[in-house]
């Protein structure tokens, strides 16, 4: 069983992550995250945060296929991201946007909606989950005392 579990960000804080462990991209395979980023921003763009991307459809796309270099690499992959942008600090480019708690959890759940009916193990799932759950922490540039995403997920 994968535990998506979602903790609050405590603003400022930058806790501690993890990168995914690579038997994530060995079991996804960077064509298969390519279709599950896909999926993911199609989600993205009928959710609560639609407004912080593109809606034509092209520059979506672009969007897409940037956006997952950078996933791969972070998950082990081809460091294509780099290779293209040099380092890139994800806080800074994020500052661009103000984010609050509420489009994390949004983001987050849009996330488990596509890695739950993946066919990969549950470790996999995990370690990528661990990963996304606290980096997003990072991104919250915005101090705004959040719900839903079903209220923390009620436990
Ligand atoms: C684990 C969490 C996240 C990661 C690793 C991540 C990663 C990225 C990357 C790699 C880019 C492209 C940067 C570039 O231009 O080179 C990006 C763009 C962006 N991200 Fe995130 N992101 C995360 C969470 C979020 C969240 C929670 C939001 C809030 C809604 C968000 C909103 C955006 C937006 C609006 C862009 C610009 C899209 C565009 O190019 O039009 N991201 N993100």
């Known amino acids: 069983m994968v535990d998506y579990k979602v903790t609050p960000t405590v603003f400022g804080q930058r806790p501690p992550f993890k990168t995914p462990d690579k038997i994530f991209i060995e ?22 945060i639609s407004n912080f991307f593109p809606q034509d459809p092209e520059m979506l796309e672009q969007v897409k296929k940037h956006n997952t270099k950078f996933f791969i ?24 946007f103000s984010i609050p708690e509420k489009a994390r959890l949004e983001w987050l759940g849009c996330m488990k909606e596509v890695l739950e009916p993946l066919d990969i193990s549950d470790e996999a799932k995990q370690t990528f989950w661990d ?25």
């Open 131 to 155: 990963y996304v759950e606290v980096f997003s922490k990072h991104l919250v540039n915005e101090d705004q005392k959040a719900s839903t995403y079903e209220d923390m997920v009620k436990v």
């Open 73 to 96: 690499e972070v998950c082990g992959g081809t460091p294509a991201y780099s290779e293209q942008m040099g380092h890139v600090d994800m806080v800074k480019m994020h500052e661009e």
């Open 27 to 48: 079991e996804l395979t960077e064509e298969g995250f390519y279709k599950l980023m896909s999926d993911f921003y199609d989600i993205v763009i009928e959710s609560d």
